[in-house]
């Protein structure tokens, strides 16, 4: 379907962040390589500056948030907070609106999630997470297009310019890209890291997850489930049950997102059975040897079997990533040398 | 922070009271194995991996001499530069140990100049000598096979004229049995003479891996370098083999569950073609292959294969029948060295640089080298040479026997070496005088008072250590052979209830009936599906492994008999409890997890 405006998902990579953002670009890759991503169109970033031509014709006002310091508080929120607001309140342009109806159409009745992709955003040099929004549960197609617009003006929300600032990150050339999914009703979901988050140990999966959405993971209302699992062996080599009080969930028919009790028998029981552990460390290790470097995985799985996992991102990990530092030991002159070495040496 | 500080300690050694009913048994052992009152300041653990019973006073050689050899070795031969030897002491029967750590950088310093070029020189050529080493086992092998206890008859043999020796067969007594003697200690100084060194390969490796993967499990180390052509697998092999050849000879029928090897051996006999084929395919591989242990070959009493056939009679029924069911399957060589392949080049590849991957591959390669010293000499040395010993000594112990020395001939483990020398020199003169012995008088109720002293101790509860915890316990070569590490010492501090605390050795969580075993012997009452819950295994006990859901030993790390094989099954194993055949009965429902190490009695 690709279009000056939107695309499938599966029809951008790695390579269009600048096109489709890095959340769609990440997701599109992920689709390419084969791995299990939820279906979905995304608005490109040339909607989005289509939209600002109208919003700020002559880039003004942008350029204006570009000159302020980063640590005047208030000059970034006066200005951000009218920047926003025209966002939001400016009509598409029709050419990209007749894009996007017939995209959503293409989806189905059901309601969607709109999601931000930012340019920057999901980049190993630069973890945005969490500073643009993402819009749970939208029904037709007039609020999705209601939602895109204020997916676009958090690219203007206070924390996000000021976190530019601080970066020394320029406004010009900044854009931003949307995701469209259907929405899922997930059995378990949570994180995962294809390296020891805890030792930094490349040869594990570390995986947590929890009832329902993962925003409850997220959030931090649950003590999620934890297990690492041996990319070598498959094996299970940790596990920790946690205690899942809560549970949000997404009923299609009903108030959308819930967060009520867990039902008590369900909150110790592991999330995932050891079959679906593995499974999903399998596809983690896909997608860390499709990207050649360990990865932090969003995941979540759509019923009682093991292939209904789905993807719904993946960033390189960045925090061992930075640890690393020469290597722990180097080729000697003869194999023996090494254990001379050793037993030379005090325990 | 001083882990003495508060909380659970260990006994000292001088408040270890002597148990009950067993007051005098420092009579049965050598004062240099006492504990002296400086020890109190030491830590010592007690090493149940090689001694789970009290000591007979003969088989103390087995801790005297090969701790003579291995000290040795490390300390005055190669000069291991931050190890002396390991000292022993015995109470109340149980042989507790501790090594000599030298801290001293100066003195390190010196010593690993010396090291250097000693283990060097064996590292370089270590193929070459470790085939020259097989050459000479195998000689003293030989050797202790060889030897016969002589007959003393009323006339001495006429060659001992016509060839004028002019030496008595009384002489050979003591000649024969210091020459048994002699032969263990040389068998000995041969075994150490590898051990450290091929550990040492080992333990660089373990770390290396532990560095660079620090949630690596200590049996996927193992595995990478585990050899598939290991001997220890070669009786159960051989037994498969009876099991196939009496199915196919139509001598099937006589391998039942129970049956008594010397009413099937006579019934093999008359049974034509096929039970001549068949008993000529046992004799094959009776010699060498059942000179294996049903112990660890530390104690007289664990009789080989060759000495009570027993054991592998209580294999073969069941190997029969899976033979006829068409399910004995041949241990899959090929496919288990491409799992050990596989394994090895995954973690070479999760390696963050080529300079790791450089290192990784020496460190490996010289683990693979040193491997088929590590895996067989116990086939050799404690299994082969030690079982032959015992028998000499049993002879021995029968002349003493037939000369009325002592009431019969297992009675000789009974006394120390240097006691059984007296007893024989007894036994010389009388011959030459042409009198009595009068050893009975003196013997024969040492003997009885010693034999009622080791039933007494043996309801002894030995304490897993004695002494100050130290500050850290990072040897690793005291984890890989003991399985002792901080983590052991804190849970033998603080045993939970219903919990048993050991080194996960196989991976995998399964629940069944416990089947605990303080002997081998015992294996026949093993039913299909149940937990062997025991104090250490050996290769003999390998055919007990087709029955069993999972193995939990007190003895043992991850290099051990119970280790390796639970891996090779795919079971989960626990190993190095301590003291789970103590905490666990059999019957009780326990659970087993061999990732984390830990077993629960669950009802």
Known sequence: ?347 | MDPNASGPRFPLPSEIADAPGAEGWRSMYPYFTRFQPDDDKRFWFYNSMHFPEPMPAFDTITAEVPYSAIGANTARVFVFPTTLGIEHRIVNGRVYITANPVTDPDEIGRRAAVFGERAGYYYENWDTLYQGWKMRIKGLIDEITSITVPELPEFDDPAVVTESRGVAQNHYVRENFHRCIDLFSVMWHHHTEFLMLGYGAYVVFFQFCKQAFPEISDQAVARMVAGIDVIMYRPDDELRGLARLAVEAGVDDLFIEGCSPPAVLAALADRGEGGRRWLEAFERARDPWFNVSTGDGFYHHHRSWADDLTVPFAALPRYVAQVRDGLLADRPTESLRAERDRIASSYRDLLGSDEEKAAFDQMLGLCRVVFPYVEDHKFYCEHWFTSQFFSRIREFGALLARSGVLAEAEDVFQLHHTEVDQALSDVMLAWAAGAPPLGAAHFRPIVAERKRMLEALRGWSPPPALGPVPEALNDPAVHMLWGVTQQTIEAWLRPAEGEVRGVGASSGVVEGPARVLTDVNQIGEVRDGEILVCPVTAPSWAPVFGKIKAAVSDIGGSMSHAAIVAREYGMPAVVGTGDATKRISTGQRVRVDGDRGIVQVIA
Request: proline content about 6%; some cysteine.
């Open chain 1, 1 to 347: 379907m690709t279009q000056l405006f939107t695309c499938w998902t599966a029809e951008v990579g790695a390579a269009d962040a600048a096109r489709a953002g890095g959340k769609a670009a990440a997701l599109g890759e992920l689709a390419r390589a084969g791995l299990p991503v939820p279906r979905g169109f995304v608005i490109t970033t040339a909607a989005f500056v289509s939209h600002m031509d109208g919003v700020d014709p002559d880039g003004a006002a942008r350029g204006a948030l570009g000159a302020l310091a980063a640590d005047d508080l208030a000059g970034i929120a006066r200005a951000a907070a009218g920047l926003r607001g025209r966002v939001a309140a400016q009509a598409l342009p029709p050419e990209v609106a007749a894009e996007i109806a017939p995209a959503c159409a293409a989806l189905g009745d059901g309601p969607v999630a709109v999601r931000s992709s930012a340019t920057l955003e999901d980049s190993a040099e630069a973890s945005f997470a969490g500073l643009q929004d993402t819009y749970l549960v939208v029904r037709g197609t007039d609020a999705v297009l209601d939602r895109v617009r204020a997916c676009w003006a958090s690219l203007y929300n206070d924390e996000s310019i000021a976190y530019r600032r601080r970066q020394g990150t320029g406004e010009d050339g900044l854009a931003m890209g949307v995701v469209v999914q259907p929405m899922l009703d997930p059995r378990s979901a949570g994180v995962m890291f294809t390296r020891s988050p805890v030792t930094g140990d490349r040869s594990v999966v570390a995986i947590e997850g929890t009832w329902g959405l993962g925003s409850a993971l997220v959030g931090g209302e649950v003590t999620p489930d934890s297990f690492t699992v041996s990319k070598v062996t498959g094996e299970i080599t940790g596990r920790r049950v946690g205690v899942k009080l809560r549970v949000h969930s997404f009923t299609p028919n009903g108030q959308g997102i819930s967060a009520t009790p867990m039902a008590v028998p369900l909150r110790r029981t592991p999330c995932l059975t050891d079959d679906e552990v593995r499974a999903l460390a399998r596809l983690g290790r896909q997608v860390e040897d499709h990207y050649g470097a360990p990865q932090d995985i969003e995941w979540a799985l759509l019923g009682d079997d093991p292939r209904r996992f789905a993807l719904l991102q993946s960033r390189p990990e960045t925090v061992w990533a930075a640890r690393d530092s020469g290597p722990i030991a180097s080729p000697q002159a003869k194999a023996s040398d090494h254990v001379l070495a050793r037993f030379s040496r005090g325990l």
